[in-house]
């Protein structure tokens, strides 16, 4: 049978791009999207989130400073704040649609949902493919209490053209806590409530209590154990009603994490199935329907939901379909929360390697006083090492620091080239560096 195209994509995100981009020239591919071209991350994700971290953080490193020669306030001007970030975020969309069309990708505007497993119906006419990828990302969860539709949520936070006075984020994960990180460094009263007393969970607990101090030391205000039980009108605020105390804010966020975007695909008319997590694919990244894959934030994985890995999958889809057998095998995934500091980990959990003693050798150090944190007025810093006994090679990870991320990639990067403790001390790097202190932690 001939069908309109040889791939049809759902979602043009960090995932879907990657997969058409990996099929073009080959196939004849379209991309269908129903909101800003480019998805979560470039519009209301990472990027301008980084954006506004990368300001707040000039603004603390500089505060660090105020004892090494730095004199004077910095203040946060948030509307050219937010300027700032629109100079990049508004040309995404744009940009993202013309260079898909200038590739040769046909696009469609549009909410697409199955008919069956090779056609689709969007804006009321149906249109066919061979494959078909499923790309649609995830979307904010609205904790399900009376007064939900006064929840704001991240999209909303990094595009308010005024910072209000007091707000709050419900949840303690890397939403919140990034965003509320920006707010109060930013000038805001900041509120988190979090249902137990958990801060970043999957991040080691010596870590995250280290982070939940400089957060508080900030003045985040965390409501620990506390369930956000409804949220009511109060003026042109809101009171956040919790099984504790009733809070008046000027607004609040939902940050309880960010389920699979699938209502209104019509999974059922395609035979495809689903989990409360999402689209339930095998190792080929295949649905229940074996033609139509998904991708991203959309699948039902244990690994973690972000923009590389969307993207790495988007990669592996597109080889399947030009003819590749293999299954997917993930490189370790490193991941960063842009927390002041940052707090990042890779490979092996500290959790998994105090569990196996005999396995694993773990070293923490604490590196505040060390040359490379000690000129940076960073004295909380901490790096665990995890080495694998039996052969040598570092296979996990953890940074809390001023620029972890880049130090979590060069952990990553001996990670996955299996290296021994004496091939990756084997290199020169720039002295002074956050590099030049890898001889030192195993
Ligand atoms: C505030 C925030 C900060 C983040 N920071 C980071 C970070 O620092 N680093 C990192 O790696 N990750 C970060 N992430 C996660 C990252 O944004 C996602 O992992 C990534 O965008 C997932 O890509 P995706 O292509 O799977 O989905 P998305 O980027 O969500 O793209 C899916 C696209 O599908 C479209 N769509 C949905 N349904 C349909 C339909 N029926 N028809 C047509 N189109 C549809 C959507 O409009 C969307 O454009 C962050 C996320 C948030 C919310
Ligand atoms: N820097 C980054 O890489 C980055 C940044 C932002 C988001 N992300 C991605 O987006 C995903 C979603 O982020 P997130 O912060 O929304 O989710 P999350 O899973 O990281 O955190 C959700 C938080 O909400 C709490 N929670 C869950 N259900 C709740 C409920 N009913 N009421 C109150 N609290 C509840 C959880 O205990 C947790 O603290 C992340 O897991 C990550 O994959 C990555």
Redo the contacts with the bound molecule.
């Keep these: 049978m001939a069908y309109d195209y040889d791939t049809i994509i759902i979602g043009g995100g960090p995932g879907g791009l990657a997969a058409a981009y990996g099929l073009v020239g080959k196939q004849k591919v379209l991309v269908i999207e129903n909101n800003l071209w480019g998805g979560t991350c470039p519009n209301f994700?990472?990027d301008p989130?980084k954006m506004l971290y990368g300001v707040v953080e000039s603004k603390r490193q500089t505060q660090r400073y105020g004892q090494s020669g730095i004199t004077g306030a910095v203040n946060i001007d948030w509307p050219a704040l937010m300027s700032f970030k629109r100079g990049y975020t508004d040309k995404i969309p744009g940009g993202t649609h013309d260079g898909l069309a200038s590739s040769g990708i046909a696009t469609l505007f549009g909410s697409a949902e199955f008919v069956d497993a090779h056609t689709l119906r969007v804006n009321n006419k149906q249109v066919t493919g061979d494959a078909i990828i499923i790309a649609t990302g995830?979307t904010?969860?609205i904790?399900?209490v009376l007064g939900k539709a006064h929840f704001q949520t991240?999209t909303d936070f990094l595009s308010l053209p005024e910072l209000p006075h007091e707000i709050g984020f419900?949840?303690?994960?890397?939403?919140?806590?990034?965003l509320a990180n920006i707010a109060v460094e930013a000038g805001a009263k900041v509120h988190v409530?979090?249902?137990?007393d958990?801060?970043?969970?999957g991040f080691p607990e010596a870590d995250t209590a280290v982070l939940k101090e400089t957060l508080a030391a900030k003045g985040i205000q965390f409501h620990w154990n506390t369930?956000?039980t409804g949220v009511s009108e109060a003026g042109s605020g809101v009171i956040v009603h919790t099984d504790d105390e009733d809070v008046a804010l000027d607004t609040i966020f939902a940050?309880?994490?960010?389920p699979a975007n699938i209502a209104g695909l019509n999974l059922d008319a395609a035979g495809i199935s689903a989990s409360a997590k999402g689209v339930e694919v095998n190792d080929h990244l295949q649905t229940a329907a074996s033609n139509v894959y998904a991708i991203g934030?959309v699948i039902d994985k244990k690994q973690?939901?972000?923009?590389p890995v969307s993207g790495y999958e988007g990669r592996y889809v597109a080889a399947s379909i030009l003819g590749q057998q293999a299954a997917i095998s993930y490189p370790p995934i490193p991941?960063?929360?842009?927390a002041g500091p940052e707090l990042a980990q890779v490979g092996v959990t500290v959790a998994t390697a105090t569990a196996h003693p005999d396995d694993y050798d773990v070293r923490t150090s604490s590196v505040g006083s060390w040359y490379t944190y000690n000129r940076l007025q960073d004295k909380t810093a901490r790096v665990t090492t995890i080495i694998d006994k039996a052969n040598q090679q570092l296979v996990g990870a953890v940074v809390l620091a001023v620029n972890a991320e880049e130090l979590i990639n060069t952990f990553s990067g001996i990670i996955s080239r299996h290296e021994t403790a004496a091939e990756a001390k084997d290199w020169m790097p720039v002295y002074p560096s956050a590099e030049s202190d890898l001889q030192y932690f195993y």
């Design positions: 994700g990472c989130k995830a904010p969860a904790p399900n991240s419900v949840g303690a994960g890397y939403v919140a806590i990034e409530f979090q249902h137990n958990k801060l970043l969970r369930t956000v940050a309880a994490g960010r934030d973690p939901k972000l923009t991941h960063t929360v842009f």
